[in-house]
């Protein structure tokens, strides 16, 4: 992430993707307003997590992105480098191993959290498998608020698979 002491300049492209927060009809999942997810980030706990960490006022972004995931984008405002929070989910029916009664589910598709005020890894917090930038520490909040709206949506449970 430092090459020399200074702090690379890190870009991420989000021209392809659809925001339309212009727009009333504009839902997360198909239910969720950009008012309901700031509630959300306030309930689960992410909003004060962002404040303590001095990371506040920050911009919320939902939308989809060009694979049509749901996206959820936590940026600082006039930034353009990689976002707080990168949070793509989709909704998924599965059948269970025992049994071949389906399950709805929120699959966590993609999930990437970026702390722009540690610039390096450290003993205490050390790269995990995939890892380019050091992250948030934000997985409690953001499983939090998937819990939250799998309650509200009435799906069975969430999904992850991750690569690593």
Request: aromatic letters at 10%.
């Given at each position: 992430?430092?090459?020399?002491?200074?702090?690379?300049?890190?870009?991420?492209?989000?021209?392809?993707?659809?925001?339309?927060?212009?727009?009333?009809?504009?839902?997360?999942?198909?239910?969720?307003?950009?008012?309901?997810?700031?509630?959300?980030?306030?309930?689960?706990?992410?909003?004060?997590?962002?404040?303590?960490?001095?990371?506040?006022?920050?911009?919320?972004?939902?939308?989809?992105?060009?694979?049509?995931?749901?996206?959820?984008?936590?940026?600082?405002?006039g930034e353009e480098g990689l976002p707080l929070v990168d949070f793509r989910v989709s909704r998924v029916r599965k059948c269970?191993?025992?049994?071949?009664?389906?399950?709805d589910l929120l699959k966590i598709e993609w999930l990437s959290t970026y702390d722009p005020t540690r610039t390096d890894f450290?003993?205490?917090?050390?790269?995990?498998?995939?890892?380019?930038?050091?992250?948030?520490?934000?997985?409690?909040?953001?499983?939090?608020?998937?819990?939250?709206?799998?309650?509200?949506?009435?799906?069975?449970?969430?999904?992850?698979?991750?690569?690593?």
């Amino acid at each position: 992430m430092t090459e020399g002491g200074k702090r690379e300049r890190l870009s991420f492209d989000t021209s392809s993707w659809v925001f339309d927060t212009e727009k009333a009809d504009t839902r997360f999942l198909g239910l969720h307003t950009l008012d309901d997810i700031k509630l959300l980030i306030v309930k689960s706990g992410l909003d004060e997590h962002l404040r303590f960490k001095g990371l506040y006022p920050y911009d919320v972004k939902i939308g989809v992105d060009d694979e049509g995931l749901w996206l959820l984008l936590i940026t600082l405002p006039g930034e353009e480098g990689l976002p707080l929070v990168d949070f793509r989910v989709s909704r998924v029916r599965k059948c269970g191993i025992f049994s071949n009664t389906p399950f709805d589910l929120l699959k966590i598709e993609w999930l990437s959290t970026y702390d722009p005020t540690r610039t390096d890894f450290s003993l205490k917090r050390p790269r995990l498998p995939g890892q380019k930038v050091p992250g948030l520490g934000c997985l409690r909040h953001l499983l939090r608020m998937m819990h939250y709206s799998s309650q509200t949506l009435r799906m069975d449970g969430f999904l992850d698979i991750p690569e690593h």
